[in-house]
C-alpha cells in the first residue's frame, strides 16, 4: 500500500547514502545506517505479508460473558454454533470480500445460530453478532498459525462481552472441527496462495520468527499512529 511503498522509498535512499558516504564515516557510523535499512526492509517486508494475508482472510472474534467457568464453556458453543452456520452460508464462495458482503447480510441468523445454541443449554444470554476491523495477537491452532495484525473480523459477542476471547478464522474454514495440518492447504485451496499457506504452516522454516518481526513492526507502527 502507499505506507509500504513510502518506507520502499525511504529504504532505497537510507543505502543510497549508506554505499554513497560509506567512506566519510566511522566504521561503527556506517554499520549502524546499515542496521537501520535492514531493519526497514525487514519492516516493509513486515507490513506486506501481513497486509496481503489479512486482505485474504476474515477472522472470527467470540467473546464470552464472563471468565466464570459456565460462560467461557457457554462460548464455545455459541463458536461452534455461528462457524456451523457461517461454513453454510459460505458454500462456494471462493474471496473474502465475497465472504463478507455474505456474512453481512446474515448476522442476525450468526447471532440467532450462537443465541440458539445457549438456549439449548439453559441460557438466555443474548448474542450479537457484527463485522468489524479489528486487532488480533498471534495466535496459533493445530496445523497453522497467523501473524498478529489489523484483521476484518466477525465479531460474536455474549450478554456483556467482558470474558475471555476465542480467536479464529471463519473464511476460509480453517478453524472447522475437520480441519488439521494435512488439510489446511485444502481449506484454503484457492484463498491463499501457497506462499501464503507455506508462512502459515511453517513449511518454509522459520515462520516462529517471520511471526515475531510482523508483530514487532506492526506495534512500532501503531505506538507511532500508523
Given at each position: 500500500?502507499?505506507?509500504?511503498?513510502?518506507?520502499?522509498?525511504?529504504?532505497?535512499?537510507?543505502?543510497?547514502?549508506?554505499?554513497?558516504?560509506?567512506?566519510?564515516?566511522?566504521?561503527?557510523?556506517?554499520?549502524?545506517?546499515?542496521?537501520?535499512?535492514?531493519?526497514?526492509?525487514?519492516?516493509?517486508?513486515?507490513?506486506?505479508?501481513?497486509?496481503?494475508?489479512?486482505?485474504?482472510?476474515?477472522?472470527?472474534?467470540?467473546?464470552?460473558?464472563?471468565?466464570?467457568?459456565?460462560?467461557?464453556?457457554?462460548?464455545?458453543?455459541?463458536?461452534?454454533?455461528?462457524?456451523?452456520?457461517?461454513?453454510?452460508?459460505?458454500?462456494?464462495?471462493?474471496?473474502?470480500?465475497?465472504?463478507?458482503?455474505?456474512?453481512?447480510?446474515?448476522?442476525?441468523?450468526?447471532?440467532?445460530a450462537g443465541a440458539d445454541a445457549l438456549a439449548a443449554a439453559g441460557c438466555s444470554l443474548p448474542?450479537?453478532?457484527?463485522?468489524?476491523?479489528?486487532?488480533?495477537?498471534?495466535?496459533?491452532?493445530?496445523?497453522?498459525?497467523?501473524?498478529?495484525?489489523?484483521?476484518?473480523?466477525?465479531?460474536?459477542?455474549?450478554?456483556?462481552?467482558?470474558?475471555?476471547?476465542?480467536?479464529?478464522?471463519?473464511?476460509?474454514?480453517?478453524?472447522?472441527?475437520?480441519?488439521?495440518?494435512?488439510?489446511?492447504?485444502?481449506?484454503?485451496?484457492?484463498?491463499?496462495?501457497?506462499?501464503?499457506?507455506?508462512?502459515?504452516?511453517?513449511?518454509?522454516?522459520?515462520?516462529?520468527?517471520?511471526?515475531?518481526?510482523?508483530?514487532?513492526?506492526?506495534?512500532?507502527?501503531?505506538?507511532?499512529?500508523?
Amino acid at each position: 500500500g502507499e505506507r509500504a511503498g513510502s518506507l520502499q522509498r525511504y529504504i532505497r535512499t537510507v543505502l543510497f547514502m549508506t554505499s554513497c558516504f560509506t567512506h566519510r564515516l566511522r566504521r561503527w557510523e556506517a554499520a549502524l545506517l546499515l542496521a537501520f535499512g535492514i531493519t526497514l526492509t525487514l519492516g516493509v517486508w513486515a507490513s506486506a505479508s501481513e497486509s496481503a494475508l489479512a486482505g485474504q482472510v476474515l477472522r472470527l472474534h467470540v467473546v464470552a460473558h464472563s471468565d466464570s467457568e459456565a460462560d467461557q464453556a457457554l462460548k464455545l458453543l455459541a463458536r461452534d454454533a455461528v462457524l456451523a452456520e457461517a461454513s453454510r452460508l459460505l458454500e462456494g464462495v471462493s474471496h473474502r470480500a465475497q465472504a463478507e458482503a455474505v456474512l453481512s447480510g446474515r448476522l442476525d441468523e450468526l447471532a440467532q445460530a450462537g443465541a440458539d445454541a445457549l438456549a439449548a443449554a439453559g441460557c438466555s444470554l443474548p448474542v450479537a453478532a457484527e463485522i468489524t476491523d479489528q486487532w488480533f495477537p498471534t495466535k496459533a491452532y493445530d496445523g497453522f498459525s497467523l501473524p498478529a495484525g489489523q484483521y476484518r473480523a466477525l465479531r460474536v459477542t455474549i450478554g456483556a462481552g467482558e470474558g475471555r476471547n476465542w480467536w479464529c478464522v471463519v473464511f476460509p474454514p480453517l478453524c472447522l472441527g475437520s480441519v488439521t495440518e494435512e488439510s489446511v492447504e485444502t481449506a484454503a485451496g484457492g484463498v491463499l496462495s501457497e506462499d501464503q499457506v507455506s508462512l502459515i504452516t511453517g513449511q518454509d522454516g522459520g515462520y516462529v520468527l517471520k511471526f515475531r518481526i510482523i508483530e514487532w513492526w506492526e506495534e512500532l507502527l501503531r505506538s507511532f499512529g500508523g
